[in-house]
C-alpha cells in the first residue's frame, strides 16, 4: 500500500482554478493506478479522475469533464489534479487514491476499486 498526502487545497472563487497534489511514498509510484475522489456534506464519495500508472489512459467524471485535468510524476512520486473554471458544487474534501494495477484503468471510477487512501483536503468554491 502506499502512503498518500493531499495538499493543495483552499478557498477560491467561482470561474478560478486551483491544483491539488498528492505526494506518494512507500512504494514505487508507477506499479499504481491513481484516482482522485471527493465528499462534500451530506454526500456519498464522488470518482472525479484516476490515471493508469503510465500516465497513458485517463478516466474523468462527466461533472468535471472538460474542466479537470489529472497527471502523473512517476520520478516525482505525485499525482496532481488540475481544477480549472470551478463552481460552487466543486466544493468538497478531495482524496487522493492509490490501487496495485500495472496496466489500464480500474473498471470503474468508484472507491471501492481502490486501496489507500489520502487524509483529504478542502477545496471550497464560493464568492
Known amino acids: 500500500q502506499l502512503d498518500l498526502v493531499e495538499s493543495g487545497g483552499g478557498l477560491v472563487q467561482p470561474g478560478g482554478s486551483l491544483r491539488l497534489s498528492c505526494a506518494a511514498s512507500?512504494?514505487?509510484?508507477?506499479?499504481?493506478?491513481l484516482g482522485w475522489f471527493r465528499q462534500a456534506p451530506g454526500k456519498e464519495r464522488e470518482g472525479v479522475s484516476c490515471?493508469?500508472?503510465?500516465?497513458?489512459?485517463?478516466n474523468y467524471a462527466d461533472s468535471v469533464k472538460g474542466r479537470f485535468t489529472i497527471s502523473r510524476d512517476n520520478a516525482n512520486n505525485t499525482v496532481y489534479l488540475q481544477m480549472n473554471s470551478l463552481r460552487p458544487e466543486d466544493t468538497a474534501v478531495y482524496y487522493c487514491?492509490?490501487?496495485?494495477?500495472?496496466?489500464?484503468?480500474?473498471?470503474?471510477?468508484?472507491?471501492?476499486?481502490?486501496?489507500?487512501w489520502g487524509q483529504g483536503t478542502q477545496v471550497t468554491v464560493s464568492s
Open positions: 487514491a492509490s490501487r496495485y494495477l500495472l496496466f489500464g484503468l480500474p473498471n470503474t471510477l468508484s472507491a471501492e476499486e481502490f486501496e489507500s
Open positions: 512507500g512504494f514505487p509510484l508507477e506499479y499504481f493506478a
Open positions: 490515471i493508469s500508472s503510465s500516465g497513458r489512459s485517463t
